[in-house]
């Protein structure tokens, strides 16, 4: 049996955690309003974007709360120094770039949306879920997690 020790992991490993969990809240916070609001969520659309919110399958949903969840989870992994945080940050990016491919690809969401909640905010999704990734692959090279 192999023996890992864990390196002691610098003071920005702790940082990037932690902003990275908050991140992750947030996204848990707005999946609940969405799942659990659905009224007053709906109230401050106009009709057509009332209208991509409806017709969304319900895969995406699906794909919303693993997005959201393990991504979290991931940053819990983390910050418990654990190696699984790599899996579930690579589950969390597949389903944020599942859904946001069928809000740029098979809806009109750019065009119904202001540029931030459209356009902007997704890419930013895509690339913070990218970068966890990456950082927990790092962290996991540098036996900062096992």
């Known amino acids: 049996m192999t023996t890992i020790l864990k ?6 490993f702790w940082i990037i955690s932690i902003i990275g969990l908050l991140w992750n809240l ?6 609940l309003d969405d799942a ?5 969520v709906m109230a401050a659309f106009n009709e057509a974007q009332r209208a ?3 017709a969304q399958p319900t ?14 989870l991931g940053c819990i992994a983390l910050l418990l120094r654990k190696k699984w945080a790599w899996p579930l940050f690579l589950i969390s ?6 859904r946001t491919s069928y ?6 969401t750019t065009e119904v949306f202001d540029v931030v909640t459209g356009t902007i ?5 895509i690339v913070i879920a990218g970068l966890l990734l990456i950082y927990s692959k790092i962290a996991k090279d540098r036996n900062w997690i096992s």
Request: contains cysteine; charged residues 10%.
């Open 103 to 108: 809000y740029f690809f098979m809806t009109n």
């Open 121 to 125: 905010l997704p890419i930013m999704v």
């Open 52 to 54: 991509i919110f409806e």
């Open 26 to 31: 947030m996204g848990v916070k707005a999946y």
């Open 7 to 12: 390196t002691k992991p610098p003071i920005w």
């Open 59 to 72: 895969w995406l949903t699906a794909a919303y709360a693993l997005a959201v969840f393990c991504g979290a």
């Open 93 to 98: 990016l597949i389903a944020v770039l599942a």
């Open 36 to 40: 659990y609001g659905k009224e007053e």
